[in-house]
């Protein structure tokens, strides 16, 4: 039952900002741990931000804090990342999870389910 979309990604200059969304169905979104991870060619999965069920707290890694922001719309039952000043090595496939069972955290292997990804590309 559990199904998450990302759309959004694209083509960006550096220094500009795109909105991801993690769409859910078929479960309620604000019940889970969502996070966003990406995957650059030849390197690892890296988590990038998470937000708690109920959003009762986020986290950001080093790399993007203060440049990302997590947000969920509940009505739509939705996450969203904004990504602001965007920076060439923020290049990457963007994907979305969610964690029924754990507490916010940036580690793959924690995570249940995903969605597809979306590309983001920032050109130099």
């Known amino acids: 039952q559990v199904q998450l979309v990302e759309s959004g ?3 960006v200059q550096p220094g500009g900002s795109l909105r991801l969304s993690c769409a859910g169905s078929g479960f309620t979104l604000d019940y889970y741990v969502i996070g ?5 060619p030849g ?3 890296e988590g990038i931000s ?4 109920s959003d009762v707290s986020t986290y950001y890694a ?11 719309d509940n009505a739509k039952n939705t996450v969203y990342l904004q990504m602001n000043s965007l920076k060439p090595e923020d290049t ?3 994907y979305c999870a969610a964690d029924l ?6 580690y793959p292997g924690e995570y249940d389910y995903w969605g597809q990804g979306t590309q ?5």
């Open 43 to 45: 390197k690892e999965r």
């Open 9 to 11: 990604g694209g083509l």
């Open 101 to 106: 069972r754990g507490r916010c955290n940036l």
């Open 120 to 124: 983001v590309t920032v050109s130099s």
């Open 36 to 40: 966003w991870f990406r995957q650059a």
């Open 50 to 53: 998470c937000t708690s069920s």
């Open 62 to 72: 080093d790399s993007v804090n203060g440049r990302f922001i997590i947000s969920r």
């Open 92 to 94: 990457a496939v963007y």
